[in-house]
């Protein structure tokens, strides 16, 4: 999977010019767009350090988007090698995780000094993004090895795929508060308490800009992430034989 995950990296990065900087420059570009129109739409209700804010969201849903796109295609895209050779086909889908994991680092890298930039002050917190991400990359597999099968199943998945990333994306809280946009809808916020990507934004912003999250989010996400990965794990497996047949 790592092989597989590296020989990937290193062919994109040849065919750019600008190589592992677009491993940065690509949610860099997508926080200043998103920001800059979600920014001047949400005018007083803007999170405090809206720009930390942006940024420490969209890197960090970018690794799930990615995961999730990448394994919903891993099936699919790779039909005459899965045709072709007998060897686990699970390894398809954990090592598109595995080389969107590889890309996100350079990204998260960065953040600490993006943070500095803009006036946060480093703390010893930032160093619990570590397991965090760990955590999150069980999550991201889970859910990439679930797409992975039903994209097999039914290939018109795939043109939903785009449309369910965005779905995530504007409802997770990448953008805004979701304390202040649902403050008058007490049981929408309660209902975000149980939504994981929510929880993984809200304790990565807990831990890099100091934002109070509750502490239980941890164990909420560890306990989702641990669930997709083994659910998604032999719900794939379920099908192993139908690979390469449909």
């Given at each position: 999977m790592m092989t597989m995950a590296s020989y990937r990296m290193r062919s994109t990065v040849e065919e750019n010019r600008l190589g592992f900087v677009w491993f940065v420059l690509r949610p860099s570009l997508d926080a200043l767009i998103y920001g800059v129109v979600f920014g001047i739409l949400q005018g007083a209700s803007r999170p405090p350090n809206y720009v930390a804010?942006?940024?420490?969201?969209?890197f960090l849903f970018s690794f799930f988007k990615q995961s999730f796109t990448d394994g919903a295609q891993s099936i699919v895209s790779s039909r005459t090698l899965v045709q072709s050779l007998a060897f686990p086909r699970v390894t398809l889908p954990l090592s598109r995780v595995v080389e969107d994991?590889?890309?996100?680092?350079?990204?998260?890298?960065?953040?600490?000094?993006?943070l500095l930039i803009v006036h946060q002050p480093p703390r010893v917190s930032w160093l619990l993004m570590i397991p965090l991400l760990l955590i999150y990359f069980l999550f991201n597999a889970g859910m990439a090895m679930i797409a992975a099968r039903l994209t097999v199943h039914m290939r018109d998945l795939n043109q939903m795929v785009p449309v369910i990333?965005?779905?995530?994306?504007y409802s997770s809280g990448v953008l805004f508060n979701v304390n202040t946009i649902f403050k008058h809808h007490p049981k929408v916020i309660t209902l975000y308490d149980y939504h994981p990507l929510y929880q993984v934004l809200s304790i990565a912003r807990g831990l890099m800009l100091g934002n109070p999250y509750p502490l239980h989010y941890w164990l909420y996400f560890t306990a989702f992430s641990v669930v997709a990965f083994v659910g998604g794990l032999v719900f794939f497996w379920r099908a192993e034989e139908l690979y390469g047949r449909q």
């Open positions: 804010y942006v940024v420490t969201g969209v994991l590889l890309g996100v680092l350079p990204a998260m890298a960065i953040l600490p000094f993006i990333s965005r779905v995530l994306f």
